[in-house]
């Protein structure tokens, strides 16, 4: 598996991979276009995608205007191999690097990705207008629960 930062060139791709996903579906396809992904890859914030064999399996996208993770999602057939924390681990690396603001992001209710959430550190802080977790973590919660054996590609 190869980990490098998101180019506005893999967008295409991006959205296939959100496309796929099965829990915290976009029931609206519409309402995340190509020119969202640009705004958070190229002004609001970074990306990092994970590949294997040039297929974009994974990808994350930080928002460093709003402090939030503004996508995190591995291909429902590359689920349960290490990618989704790694790619975790790479955003909250550059970020906390960035800045000690804590992030922030929400998920759907009693999914994989709340349960992930949590064995990540991150703090439960009520839920949104929506219904879904909001979750936070902050600078020192990183540093105690990151690993300390991964690597980076910045």
């Known amino acids: 598996m190869h980990y490098r930062t998101a180019v506005p060139e893999d967008i295409p791709r991006l959205a296939e991979v959100r496309l796929a996903v099965r829990e915290n579906v976009l029931r609206n396809p519409a309402l995340v276009t190509g020119a969202h992904y640009l705004d958070y890859?190229?002004?609001?914030?970074?990306?990092?995608?994970?590949?294997?064999n040039s297929r974009i399996v994974g990808f994350t996208i930080v928002d460093m205007q709003e402090h939030s993770v503004w996508a995190l999602f591995v291909h429902p057939d590359f689920a349960g191999q290490g990618?989704?924390?790694?790619?975790?681990?790479?955003?909250?690396?550059?970020?906390?690097?960035?800045?000690?603001?804590?992030?922030?992001?929400?998920?759907?209710?009693?999914?994989?990705?709340?349960?992930?959430?949590?064995?990540?550190?991150?703090?439960?802080?009520?839920?949104?207008?929506?219904?879904?977790?909001?979750?936070?973590?902050?600078?020192?919660?990183?540093?105690?629960?990151?690993?300390?054996?991964?690597?980076?590609?910045?």
């Open 41 to 52: 890859l190229t002004r609001r914030g970074r990306g990092w995608v994970a590949e294997e």
């Open 83 to 154: 990618i989704g924390k790694q790619l975790h681990h790479q955003l909250l690396t550059w970020y906390f690097g960035q800045t000690s603001e804590s992030v922030w992001l929400s998920t759907a209710p009693g999914t994989r990705a709340e349960e992930f959430y949590r064995r990540q550190g991150w703090q439960d802080t009520g839920r949104t207008g929506s219904g879904e977790v909001r979750f936070e973590l902050t600078v020192g919660a990183w540093e105690d629960k990151k690993p300390g054996d991964q690597k980076t590609n910045k």
